[in-house]
């Protein structure tokens, strides 16, 4: 398979404020959130990070997505740098993450023609876009509604195909069912099948291992910002379970279930 994604030593830190220190009873002044990650993915697979709460996999998103730069380590992403070249990374990106919030005030139909405005799609190209995405995920009855008044589920939604307005190749989707309904985590979750179906590249986190043995061809184990594993499940876990595996990972690197 061809190499679309090349991550080498990123690292991220960030400095806790006192009242960070107070609450976590800690008198460290940084915290290491991504430390030396290194991994590959490559053109038409579902790549998933997995790890607890906290381990760093937002951070290592948004750091691909160009929303911070790494202090150190660099990511091609179809050769093109995310710390020298965001502009042309982001153009080929979507990125999608449950801390977007979505103006109040505004509409997903307005909300989705500023932002393939934004992206310089051709007006018909993007009504045509607007009409299957809304369709197919129950929005078009939705489209005038403020966004104040839409429900949870449809707020993910609207994010999600204003993500991908632009229809990118690469698409990042950080925890892309959390805080969702079943019926709406299940719509989602076909969805990034249909997107894998159609040789789309997916990078996505999360925590929930049903969906990353239902979605995932390749995975990372993330655990306190480092790799600790990294391959296809059966390369990760053998005879075992992705949780029972993982929680063998999880204490050999000092972790404490709690």
Known sequence: MQEILRAEGLRKTFKLTRK????????????????????????????????????????????????????????LIEGYSIRTEPEQVRSRIGFLTSELKLEDFFTPNYLFDFFAALRNIDPGTAQQRKLELFARFGIDEFAQTKVANLSTGMKQKASLVISIVHDPDIIIFDEPTNGLDVITARLVTDYLEELRAVGKTIILSTHIFSLAEKLCDRVGVIISGRMVACGTLEEICGDKSLEDRFFELFMAAGGEVV
């Open 20 to 75: 960070q220190q107070r609450i976590e009873h800690s008198t460290e002044t940084l915290r290491v959130a991504v430390d030396n990650l290194s991994f590959t993915v490559n053109t038409g697979e579902v790549f998933g990070l997995l790890g607890p709460n906290g381990a760093g996999k937002t951070t290592a998103l948004r750091l691909l997505a160009t929303l911070i730069k790494p202090d150190e380590g660099d990511a």
